[in-house]
Protein backbone atom coordinates (compact mmCIF):
# COMPACT_ATOMS: atom_id res chain seq x y z
CA UNK A 1 0.00 0.00 0.00
CA UNK A 2 1.35 3.31 -1.24
CA UNK A 3 2.52 5.47 1.83
CA UNK A 4 3.29 9.53 1.30
CA UNK A 5 4.89 11.11 3.62
CA UNK A 6 5.61 14.99 4.17
CA UNK A 7 8.35 16.68 5.94
CA UNK A 8 7.45 19.41 7.71
CA UNK A 9 4.15 19.30 8.61
CA UNK A 10 4.32 23.09 9.77
CA UNK A 11 6.56 25.77 8.32
CA UNK A 12 7.13 29.59 8.96
CA UNK A 13 9.39 31.40 7.53
CA UNK A 14 10.09 35.59 6.82
CA UNK A 15 9.12 36.86 3.26
CA UNK A 16 11.90 37.17 0.92
CA UNK A 17 13.15 33.52 2.12
CA UNK A 18 13.81 30.06 -0.45
CA UNK A 19 12.46 27.14 1.29
CA UNK A 20 12.25 23.67 0.44
CA UNK A 21 9.19 21.29 1.04
CA UNK A 22 9.71 17.40 1.27
CA UNK A 23 7.85 14.72 -0.04
CA UNK A 24 8.61 10.87 0.15
CA UNK A 25 6.63 7.66 -1.17
CA UNK A 26 6.83 4.10 -0.23
CA UNK A 27 5.91 2.51 -3.70
CA UNK A 28 7.98 3.80 -6.53
CA UNK A 29 6.35 2.36 -9.09
CA UNK A 30 4.02 5.54 -9.97
CA UNK A 31 2.52 7.41 -12.64
CA UNK A 32 2.82 10.38 -11.59
CA UNK A 33 3.09 12.81 -8.85
CA UNK A 34 1.25 16.31 -8.35
CA UNK A 35 1.61 19.23 -5.66
CA UNK A 36 -0.90 21.20 -4.54
CA UNK A 37 -2.03 24.37 -2.57
CA UNK A 38 -5.00 24.21 -0.73
CA UNK A 39 -6.58 27.45 1.01
CA UNK A 40 -8.66 27.27 4.17
CA UNK A 41 -11.56 26.92 3.13
CA UNK A 42 -11.12 26.27 -0.60
CA UNK A 43 -10.46 23.17 -2.62
CA UNK A 44 -6.90 22.32 -4.06
CA UNK A 45 -5.08 24.14 -6.55
CA UNK A 46 -2.90 22.23 -8.62
CA UNK A 47 0.55 23.53 -8.57
CA UNK A 48 2.88 21.17 -10.79
CA UNK A 49 2.49 17.48 -12.12
CA UNK A 50 5.52 15.57 -12.88
CA UNK A 51 4.89 12.44 -15.06
CA UNK A 52 7.45 9.31 -13.70
CA UNK A 53 9.58 9.85 -16.80
CA UNK A 54 10.19 13.34 -16.00
CA UNK A 55 12.81 14.50 -13.68
CA UNK A 56 11.44 18.20 -12.85
CA UNK A 57 8.75 20.45 -13.65
CA UNK A 58 8.95 24.66 -13.06
CA UNK A 59 6.28 27.34 -13.29
CA UNK A 60 7.24 30.73 -11.80
CA UNK A 61 8.97 30.73 -8.76
CA UNK A 62 7.81 27.11 -8.37
CA UNK A 63 10.11 23.90 -8.77
CA UNK A 64 9.36 20.20 -8.38
CA UNK A 65 11.98 17.78 -8.61
CA UNK A 66 11.17 13.91 -8.76
CA UNK A 67 13.61 10.85 -7.74
CA UNK A 68 11.19 7.89 -8.40
CA UNK A 69 13.68 5.57 -7.75
CA UNK A 70 14.42 6.83 -4.40
CA UNK A 71 10.78 7.35 -3.70
CA UNK A 72 11.09 11.59 -3.22
CA UNK A 73 9.94 14.83 -4.30
CA UNK A 74 10.39 18.29 -3.43
CA UNK A 75 8.83 21.42 -4.15
CA UNK A 76 11.04 24.56 -4.12
CA UNK A 77 9.46 28.22 -3.52
CA UNK A 78 12.01 30.80 -4.43
CA UNK A 79 11.50 34.39 -2.93
CA UNK A 80 8.18 33.50 -0.47
CA UNK A 81 6.01 35.95 -0.11
CA UNK A 82 2.80 36.31 2.34
CA UNK A 83 0.68 34.99 -0.50
CA UNK A 84 2.20 31.65 -0.70
CA UNK A 85 0.64 30.91 2.63
CA UNK A 86 -1.33 27.67 2.68
CA UNK A 87 -1.36 24.26 2.94
CA UNK A 88 0.40 21.82 0.36
CA UNK A 89 0.00 18.98 -0.48
CA UNK A 90 1.95 16.25 -2.60
CA UNK A 91 0.08 13.30 -4.05
CA UNK A 92 1.40 10.20 -6.24
CA UNK A 93 -0.49 8.35 -8.68
CA UNK A 94 0.12 4.43 -9.62
CA UNK A 95 -1.18 3.39 -12.95
CA UNK A 96 -4.54 3.75 -13.31
CA UNK A 97 -5.76 4.25 -9.54
CA UNK A 98 -6.48 7.19 -7.29
CA UNK A 99 -3.78 9.84 -6.20
CA UNK A 100 -2.91 8.80 -2.42
CA UNK A 101 -1.95 12.29 -0.52
CA UNK A 102 0.54 13.18 2.34
CA UNK A 103 -1.07 14.91 5.08
CA UNK A 104 0.66 18.54 3.57
CA UNK A 105 2.67 20.94 5.00
CA UNK A 106 0.87 24.13 6.54
CA UNK A 107 2.97 26.86 5.14
CA UNK A 108 3.03 30.61 6.79
CA UNK A 109 5.35 33.91 5.28
CA UNK A 110 5.81 36.03 7.68
CA UNK A 111 5.32 39.58 6.35
CA UNK B 1 -5.10 25.24 -15.06
CA UNK B 2 -8.70 23.51 -16.08
CA UNK B 3 -11.37 24.48 -14.86
CA UNK B 4 -13.42 22.82 -12.12
CA UNK B 5 -16.71 24.50 -10.46
CA UNK B 6 -19.08 23.36 -8.04
CA UNK B 7 -22.33 24.42 -7.18
CA UNK B 8 -23.80 25.54 -4.65
CA UNK B 9 -20.45 26.48 -2.78
CA UNK B 10 -22.59 26.01 0.70
CA UNK B 11 -25.92 24.86 1.44
CA UNK B 12 -27.93 24.68 5.07
CA UNK B 13 -30.68 22.09 5.42
CA UNK B 14 -32.93 20.39 7.56
CA UNK B 15 -31.75 17.17 9.03
CA UNK B 16 -33.86 14.55 6.56
CA UNK B 17 -33.76 16.70 4.08
CA UNK B 18 -31.91 15.78 0.60
CA UNK B 19 -28.87 17.79 -0.95
CA UNK B 20 -27.48 18.00 -4.31
CA UNK B 21 -24.09 18.84 -5.15
CA UNK B 22 -23.30 19.68 -8.96
CA UNK B 23 -19.31 19.30 -10.07
CA UNK B 24 -18.85 20.74 -13.99
CA UNK B 25 -15.47 20.31 -15.95
CA UNK B 26 -15.80 24.03 -17.97
CA UNK B 27 -12.98 23.62 -20.42
CA UNK B 28 -12.07 19.84 -20.69
CA UNK B 29 -14.51 16.62 -20.71
CA UNK B 30 -13.86 14.29 -17.80
CA UNK B 31 -14.28 10.40 -18.27
CA UNK B 32 -13.62 10.25 -14.70
CA UNK B 33 -14.54 12.58 -11.44
CA UNK B 34 -13.53 11.90 -7.89
CA UNK B 35 -15.96 13.19 -4.94
CA UNK B 36 -13.97 13.79 -1.61
CA UNK B 37 -14.84 14.59 1.91
CA UNK B 38 -12.77 16.69 4.12
CA UNK B 39 -13.05 17.86 7.52
CA UNK B 40 -11.17 20.09 9.81
CA UNK B 41 -7.74 19.81 9.48
CA UNK B 42 -7.68 16.53 8.28
CA UNK B 43 -6.73 15.53 4.50
CA UNK B 44 -9.21 14.39 1.94
CA UNK B 45 -11.60 11.08 2.17
CA UNK B 46 -11.84 9.57 -1.46
CA UNK B 47 -15.56 8.90 -1.00
CA UNK B 48 -16.23 7.37 -4.76
CA UNK B 49 -15.25 7.36 -8.35
CA UNK B 50 -17.76 8.10 -10.90
CA UNK B 51 -17.08 7.20 -14.55
CA UNK B 52 -19.36 8.67 -17.24
CA UNK B 53 -22.08 6.67 -17.71
CA UNK B 54 -21.40 3.88 -15.85
CA UNK B 55 -22.19 3.28 -11.97
CA UNK B 56 -19.91 4.62 -9.35
CA UNK B 57 -17.07 2.75 -7.72
CA UNK B 58 -17.63 3.73 -3.49
CA UNK B 59 -14.82 3.30 -1.08
CA UNK B 60 -15.10 0.98 1.65
CA UNK B 61 -17.32 2.34 4.34
CA UNK B 62 -19.45 5.00 2.29
CA UNK B 63 -22.51 4.51 2.11
CA UNK B 64 -23.43 4.34 -1.61
CA UNK B 65 -27.76 4.56 -0.75
CA UNK B 66 -26.91 7.27 1.10
CA UNK B 67 -24.17 9.27 -1.11
CA UNK B 68 -25.72 9.25 -4.80
CA UNK B 69 -23.70 10.00 -7.33
CA UNK B 70 -24.76 10.24 -11.21
CA UNK B 71 -22.02 11.20 -14.11
CA UNK B 72 -24.50 11.77 -16.70
CA UNK B 73 -21.79 13.22 -19.05
CA UNK B 74 -18.09 14.20 -19.58
CA UNK B 75 -18.60 17.75 -17.88
CA UNK B 76 -21.28 16.93 -15.34
CA UNK B 77 -21.43 14.89 -12.01
CA UNK B 78 -24.05 14.87 -9.07
CA UNK B 79 -23.73 13.84 -5.35
CA UNK B 80 -26.65 13.49 -4.02
CA UNK B 81 -26.79 13.50 -0.06
CA UNK B 82 -30.41 11.67 0.84
CA UNK B 83 -32.18 12.03 4.13
CA UNK B 84 -28.97 14.27 5.48
CA UNK B 85 -27.99 14.25 9.10
CA UNK B 86 -25.60 16.38 10.90
CA UNK B 87 -22.96 13.83 10.74
CA UNK B 88 -22.64 14.31 7.09
CA UNK B 89 -22.18 18.14 7.82
CA UNK B 90 -18.72 18.42 6.06
CA UNK B 91 -16.60 20.16 2.97
CA UNK B 92 -17.10 17.91 -0.47
CA UNK B 93 -14.90 18.45 -3.07
CA UNK B 94 -15.37 17.22 -6.52
CA UNK B 95 -12.53 16.50 -9.13
CA UNK B 96 -11.83 15.66 -12.51
CA UNK B 97 -9.22 14.10 -14.47
CA UNK B 98 -7.82 14.76 -17.76
CA UNK B 99 -7.20 12.46 -20.55
CA UNK B 100 -5.27 14.81 -22.69
CA UNK B 101 -6.45 17.61 -24.99
CA UNK B 102 -5.31 21.21 -23.85
CA UNK B 103 -4.25 19.74 -20.52
CA UNK B 104 -1.18 17.16 -19.47
CA UNK B 105 -2.77 13.90 -18.82
CA UNK B 106 -3.69 12.40 -16.12
CA UNK B 107 -3.69 15.04 -14.01
CA UNK B 108 -6.26 16.51 -11.33
CA UNK B 109 -8.35 18.89 -11.10
CA UNK B 110 -10.70 20.22 -8.15
CA UNK B 111 -13.51 22.19 -7.53
CA UNK B 112 -13.80 24.81 -5.00
CA UNK B 113 -15.75 22.58 -2.31
CA UNK B 114 -19.08 22.51 -1.32
CA UNK B 115 -19.59 23.62 2.93
CA UNK B 116 -22.62 21.39 3.55
CA UNK B 117 -23.99 21.92 7.40
CA UNK B 118 -27.23 19.92 8.14
CA UNK B 119 -29.17 21.47 11.38
Known amino acids: KQEVTQIPAALSVPEGENLVLNCSFT??????LQWFRQDPGKGLTSLLL?????REQTSGRLNASLDKSSGRSTLYIAASQPGDSATYLC??????????FGEGTQLTVNP | GAVVSQHPSWVICKSGTSVKIECRSLDFQATTMFWYRQFPKQSLMLMATSNEGSKATYEQGVEKDKFLINHASLTLSTLTVTSAHPEDSSFYICSAITSGGPYSYNEQFFGPGTRLTVL
Open chain 1, 50 to 54: IQSSQ
Open chain 1, 27 to 32: DSAIYN
Open chain 1, 91 to 100: AVRASGSRLT
